[in-house]
């Protein structure tokens, strides 16, 4: 009687490997008929610690991929709407977009503190979609989304179960939302987490390709904030000792090349425009300055009773410092997840080494201001170790934690809802900030600033000092008579400040408004000139308004 040449049903399976779950070694010997996909032994266990090389969005499923995105992208874009307008960063740099739209060239016609790359895709997005302040928010959280959907991407990477991508953005929605700011560090960060899933490819695959994407979105980071940038090319090229050895030179080679592409592009407007010397002291000189004065601490608007820049009702303040308070955690969390994760290996530690290296440097380049405006980009990609770690371990409160992240994305959209209805605040109606959450309160200091400014004449400029200077120009949809439209200590630095003396000097400037108020980084020798040889004539909504003294 011969034998078969497969297996019983019942041993079959027992032998067949669930989808997802890697092969262990084959049994042919045993039994030589069965298919390649079944030889795994019958007492294979899945290893949750050994990670799988598969990506759970390479599904045949573009479409709803596609449609997900897009679902995420509204999502963040209606968070950050409803998180209402911070005048200081982000009304700055929608001003400066739209000048850059309407043929400005930065650093020539403005000071501004990072390379242009940010600023130039602002400002496209801005000349196709609209000049308004809400068509910036949706370029902003189509930055965000991308963020939370390349994180995602690096959690399949490294074994993260299909199912549990939609819970990992979900997450991502609540603990790293949209916020009002500028763009330019969630779009570095962005670009980070592109180069560590190029990094993860290039460690698994042969050839180049890989590895120049990685130089490139380096590069790409350089351009939208240069340390990271570094920083990054230094991640990538430590990562690729990794590698296979005989091929290094090689992919080292391709690296920098592709880290130079885009650095050399961005510089070609500046030395067009011939303001080399004004790039160079806008984005290098001011870093000592910026270094030594611009020290935050999490939380620090609220530990030092700074004024924020979004106003919120208490129920809505209470819950964003608690969502706040569990994003830096999860940070922190993150490490001790990726030592787990280190020593849970056991075959090889080189993914979870390269994923801590790319951490470290996102942490390293939100210093020295640890806000939620710098920290909270770093969340995404802090939650990769921790829901691996979560997933290995099967965390019991996992399913309460989701259940949980939805409930509380659904209540922060409705206190805002209710704050809409109980008249907190309403809908803007200022030039090229319509539909946007300004609170009652903002609104009536605004209109009272606006209508001391009103009555002076249109000829006689005006000098805005504070971190809404650039949401006053906009408003009152004046020019601006410096080249400095954020002229806080971090941004001019000692020589923009001296600069800046010397202009006040030299432009027939009349009227000074100096933002009321305790607010951070003061330019304290143009605070020390105008206090001491202009004269105070009133004190409207937001502004001491000075008058330069007639000529002795």
Same mark, same amino acid.
């Given at each position: 009687?011969?034998?078969?040449?497969?297996?019983?049903?019942?041993?079959?399976?027992?032998?067949?490997?669930?989808?997802?779950?890697?092969?262990?070694?084959?049994?042919?010997?045993?039994?030589?008929?069965?298919?390649?996909? $079944?030889?795994?032994?019958?007492?294979?266990?899945?290893?949750?610690?050994?990670?799988?090389?598969?990506?759970?969005?390479?599904?045949?499923?573009?479409?709803?991929?596609?449609?997900?995105?897009?679902? *995420?992208?509204?999502?963040?874009?209606?968070?950050?709407?409803?998180?209402?307008?911070?005048?200081?960063?982000?009304?700055?740099?929608?001003?400066?977009?739209?000048?850059?739209?309407?043929?400005?060239?930065?650093?020539?016609?403005?000071?501004?503190?990072?390379?242009?790359?940010?600023?130039?895709?602002?400002?496209?997005?801005?000349?196709?979609?609209?000049?308004?302040?809400?068509?910036?928010?949706?370029?902003?959280?189509?930055?965000?989304?991308?963020?939370?959907?390349?994180?995602?991407?690096?959690?399949?990477?490294?074994?993260?179960?299909?199912?549990?991508?939609?819970?990992?953005?979900?997450?991502?929605?609540?603990?790293?939302?949209?916020?009002?700011?500028?763009?330019?560090?969630?779009?570095?960060?962005?670009? =980070?987490?592109?180069?560590?899933?190029?990094?993860?490819?290039?460690?698994?695959?042969?050839?180049?390709?890989?590895?120049?994407?990685?130089?490139?979105?380096?590069?790409?980071?350089?351009?939208?904030?240069?340390?990271?940038?570094?920083?990054?090319?230094?991640?990538?090229?430590?990562?690729?000792?990794?590698?296979?050895?005989?091929?290094?030179?090689?992919?080292?080679?391709?690296?920098?090349?592709?880290?130079?592409?885009?650095?050399?592009?961005?510089?070609?407007?500046?030395?067009?425009?011939?303001?080399?010397?004004?790039?160079?002291?806008?984005?290098?000189?001011?870093?000592?300055? $910026?270094?030594?004065?611009?020290?935050?601490?999490?939380?620090?608007?609220?530990?030092?009773?700074?004024?924020?820049?979004?106003?919120?009702?208490?129920?809505?303040?209470?819950?964003?410092?608690?969502?706040?308070?569990?994003?830096?955690?999860?940070?922190?969390?993150?490490?001790?997840?990726?030592?787990?994760?280190?020593?849970?290996?056991?075959?090889?530690?080189?993914?979870?080494?390269?994923?801590?290296?790319?951490?470290?440097?996102?942490?390293?380049?939100?210093?020295?201001?640890?806000?939620?405006?710098?920290?909270?980009?770093?969340?995404?990609?802090?939650?990769?170790?921790?829901?691996?770690?979560?997933?290995?371990?099967?965390?019991?409160?996992?399913?309460?934690?989701?259940?949980?992240?939805?409930?509380?994305?659904?209540?922060?959209?409705?206190?805002?809802?209710?704050?809409?209805?109980?008249?907190?605040?309403?809908?803007?109606?200022?030039?090229?900030?319509?539909?946007?959450?300004?609170?009652?309160?903002?609104?009536?200091?605004?209109?009272?600033?606006?209508?001391?400014?009103?009555? *002076?004449?249109?000829?006689?400029?005006?000098?805005?000092?504070?971190? $809404?200077?650039?949401?006053?120009?906009?408003?009152?949809?004046?020019?601006?008579?410096?080249?400095?439209?954020?002229?806080?200590?971090?941004?001019?630095?000692?020589?923009?400040?001296?600069?800046?003396?010397?202009?006040?000097?030299?432009?027939?400037?009349?009227?000074?408004?100096?933002?009321?108020?305790?607010?951070?980084?003061?330019?304290?020798?143009?605070?020390?000139?105008?206090?001491?040889?202009?004269? =105070?004539?009133?004190?409207?909504?937001?502004?001491?308004?000075?008058?330069?003294?007639?000529?002795?």
């Amino acid at each position: 009687m011969a034998f078969p040449l497969r297996p019983s049903q019942e041993e079959w399976r027992l032998s067949r490997p669930k989808l997802g779950r890697p092969p262990a070694k084959p049994f042919a010997a045993v039994y030589p008929g069965v298919p390649s996909q $079944y030889q795994v032994r019958a007492d294979h266990k899945y290893n949750p610690s050994v990670w799988s090389p598969r990506s759970c969005l390479n599904s045949s499923r573009r479409q709803n991929n596609l449609l997900g995105f897009v679902l *995420l992208w509204l999502v963040s874009f209606c968070h950050n709407w409803l998180l209402g307008v911070n005048r200081a960063d982000e009304v700055w740099f929608f001003t400066v977009a739209k000048m850059v739209s309407e043929g400005a060239l930065p650093y020539r016609d403005f000071a501004f503190p990072v390379l242009p790359t940010s600023l130039y895709l602002a400002a496209v997005f801005l000349t196709l979609v609209g000049k308004q302040l809400l068509a910036f928010k949706a370029f902003v959280a189509g930055i965000t989304a991308g963020l939370a959907w390349l994180a995602s991407q690096v959690f399949c990477q490294l074994g993260g179960p299909r199912g549990r991508r939609w819970w990992f953005l979900l997450t991502c929605l609540v603990l790293a939302p949209s916020l009002p700011g500028s763009p330019y560090g969630v779009l570095a960060y962005l670009f =980070l987490v592109a180069g560590l899933s190029a990094t993860l490819k290039g460690l698994r695959e042969p050839g180049s390709w890989p590895w120049i994407l990685a130089g490139l979105f380096a590069g790409l980071g350089f351009t939208a904030k240069h340390n990271l940038g570094l920083l990054a090319l230094l991640a990538v090229l430590v990562a690729q000792r990794q590698g296979k050895p005989g091929v290094r030179w090689r992919h080292r080679i391709a690296v920098l090349g592709a880290f130079g592409l885009p650095v050399l592009l961005s510089l070609v407007p500046v030395f067009l425009s011939a303001s080399w010397d004004q790039f160079y002291q806008g984005v290098f000189g001011t870093k000592a300055v $910026y270094a030594r004065t611009a020290f935050t601490v999490p939380l620090q608007g609220r530990l030092t009773g700074v004024p924020p820049s979004v106003v919120f009702t208490p129920a809505e303040d209470f819950l964003r410092l608690a969502l706040r308070g569990l994003a830096f955690a999860s940070v922190g969390f993150a490490v001790g997840s990726l030592l787990w994760l280190w020593r849970r290996k056991s075959e090889g530690r080189r993914e979870p080494m390269v994923l801590g290296l790319f951490l470290a440097v996102a942490v390293a380049t939100a210093f020295p201001r640890f806000d939620s405006e710098h920290v909270l980009p770093i969340v995404p990609l802090a939650l990769v170790p921790l829901t691996l770690r979560a997933e290995a371990q099967a965390w019991r409160f996992l399913r309460l934690w989701h259940v949980a992240a939805a409930a509380l994305l659904a209540a922060s959209w409705l206190l805002a809802l209710v704050s809409l209805r109980q008249g907190v605040w309403r809908p803007s109606q200022l030039p090229s900030l319509q539909g946007v959450r300004l609170s009652l309160a903002e609104t009536r200091h605004v209109e009272e600033t606006l209508a001391f400014l009103g009555a *002076l004449p249109r000829e006689e400029s005006v000098l805005f000092i504070g971190p $809404y200077a650039a949401f006053y120009y906009t408003v009152s949809q004046r020019k601006a008579p410096t080249r400095y439209l954020l002229p806080l200590v971090t941004c001019l630095g000692d020589n923009g400040q001296r600069d800046l003396l010397t202009t006040l000097e030299r432009v027939p400037i009349r009227w000074l408004c100096w933002q009321t108020g305790r607010w951070p980084l003061r330019p304290q020798l143009l605070e020390q000139l105008v206090t001491t040889h202009w004269q =105070l004539v009133a004190t409207t909504g937001e502004c001491h308004w000075y008058r330069r003294p007639p000529p002795s």
